[in-house]
């Protein structure tokens, strides 16, 4: 929707829609239909108004701030990702587990030590966790992230976590785009 | 299933697949039975034969080769990502524009100037291109790795990449994940 509304597009129609997410126009106006009423008969959705909504159903309506936990490559490439911003995510603190690390910045936040996490998770009521770290130390860090309040993980290391209920985690599995993009190309 | 094939079970039933998938049992049942007859009346699927099964239905029972090109944070964490290997996939070549960065070794590999790339990607028959420039350079990179000979693209700059017909893209959205998680805490 994003894309249509930099084309400057006012309207688009559930047929659009259902191509670019390769799913039936029947089956966009069913899930949108879930939520509410968006569409105009004969017209469509009107793409200002869609893109509301559709922040509102997913929270992304407000700013949400994440706590970052491991600052090697993939950290580093996320704390600096343009596209979080734009869509309302604030890496808010970063933290690492060394020591030579400590006090560098990085896209404009200084790394943190370890022992800092909870009490600045606390303080600025960071909702997030992001975890960069290795497979070893990725349950261990999710443990102190929740403990410190953090409501929702996105987990980057390779391994599965396992948190209480009534706290989320996402699990970023890279090789999983390259599986499908190797199944297209067939 | 590789999962569950680490925790040493040697079957699983399509309500196990569709709870870890969030999709119901019948659907796991005509999805994999669009591709052949896999399950076990009474057993369920054999978890070894299905992950063959799977990975071949997928190509990733072969290993790919990929072509990275940009060598910033993302790349040189994608370079280092153990998940690719595991999965069949080899960055064989990586790529930058950045004179200061040419000979230097990131994960075992030289990083190569950009005019070395057409020649590398044939002479090594890279079927695959990993995007990881920014935004305003990802096209002309596109158009390089096809030219060169690649089939598929996987894209992290945040910009839409035109290819011709018979070439795949699959666009990586970091933050789409992080949307995901908001929506789940709400």
């Known amino acids: 929707l994003e894309t249509y509304d930099r084309l400057q597009k006012l309207t688009v129609s559930s047929a659009v829609l259902g191509r670019a997410l390769a799913i039936t126009d ?11 009423q968006f569409g105009y008969p004969g017209v469509g959705y009107r793409v200002s108004e869609l893109i509301v909504a559709i922040k509102r159903i997913l929270g992304t309506d407000k700013t949400w701030s994440a706590a970052l936990v491991g600052v090697g490559n993939m950290g580093r490439a996320l704390i600096q990702y343009r596209g979080f911003a734009r869509r309302g995510f604030r890496v808010a603190a970063a933290f690492d587990s060394d020591d030579a690390k400590i006090g560098e910045v990085v896209g404009h936040r200084k790394i943190q030590p ?21 497979a070893e130390a990725a349950q261990e860090i999710a443990d102190k992230l929740v403990a410190a309040g953090v409501r929702g993980l996105l987990n980057f290391a390779p391994v599965q976590i396992d948190v209480r209920a009534g706290v989320s985690v996402v699990a970023v599995d890279l090789a999983i785009q390259l599986e499908q993009l190797c199944f297209q190309v067939g």
């Open 114 to 134: 370890l022992k800092e996490l909870e009490s600045t998770v606390r303080r600025r009521k960071i909702q997030l966790g992001i975890i960069t770290v290795p």
């Open 26 to 36: 029947a089956q966009v106006r069913k899930d949108l239909a879930y939520f509410g």
